[in-house]
């Protein structure tokens, strides 16, 4: 059975203190991995879409990187408007489109 | 603005009644999806649909009936079958399949 898990569950981190945050997978057949942020009360917006091992992609603090096993969102020098439910997905080659989902990281960043 | 649009963002209902949210999207994506978010969990997949006229059940379908008769919409209704309703539904759309999903803002949904 395919699953997804995020790890920590909840992240409090001082202005200024990088940190990273695992999504490991176990999955027959990767065909993406998506990375979301969640504010509290509104809908998931997309970060980074990664589709093989060794993909790196950045945004502004936030860097995205992919193994074989799992996924690192690196958050560099956060400030506190990161703070968010960061969410991690995976689509496989037999779920054609369809994203599950880990419980997500909930990332507390205090000034 | 292209985007996905959801309505209402809350929703009281009684209980053993029908309730319908609403999903439209502008984005001119041929899939779309459903998924309900409780506390402390992740999102898991009610119904998606691939293509106008045609949908599928996802992995909690029960209780959940959807339409798909525009490519712009793709309404969800909540049943009284359904044993515990009250949760935070989303409704997202992707263009290809493997490719990222955009998500609505949500609806709110409490059984009263």
């Known amino acids: 059975e395919d699953q997804v898990t995020q790890s920590p569950e909840a992240l409090r981190l001082q202005e200024g203190e990088s940190s990273s945050l695992n999504c490991s997978y176990t999955v027959s057949g990767l065909r993406g991995l998506f990375w979301y942020r969640q504010d509290p009360g509104k809908g998931p917006e997309f970060l980074f879409t990664?589709?093989?091992a060794g993909e790196e992609k950045e945004k502004e603090r936030l860097k995205a990187t992919l193994t074989k096993k799992e996924s690192f969102l690196h958050i560099t020098a956060p400030k506190p408007e990161d703070s968010a439910t960061y969410l991690c997905?995976?689509?496989?080659?037999?779920?054609?489109?369809?994203?599950?989902f880990g419980a997500g990281t909930q990332v507390v960043v205090t000034p | 603005d292209g985007g996905i649009t959801q309505s209402p963002k809350y929703l009281f209902r009684k209980e053993g009644q029908n309730v319908t949210l609403s999903c439209e999207q502008n984005l001119n994506h041929d899939a779309m999806y459903w998924y309900r978010q409780d506390p402390g969990q992740g999102l898991r997949l009610i119904y998606y649909s691939q293509i106008v006229n045609d949908f599928q059940k996802g992995d909690i379908a029960e209780g959940y009936s959807v339409s798909r008769e525009k490519k712009e919409s793709f309404p969800l209704t909540v049943t009284s079958a359904q044993k515990n309703p009250t949760a935070f539904y989303l409704c997202?759309?992707?263009?290809?399949?493997?490719?990222?999903?955009?998500f609505g803002q949500g609806t709110r949904l409490t059984v009263v």
């Open positions: 997905a995976v689509c496989t080659t037999d779920s054609w489109g369809k994203l599950q």
């Open positions: 990664l589709y093989s």
């Open positions: 997202a759309s992707s263009n290809q399949p493997n490719t990222e999903a955009f």
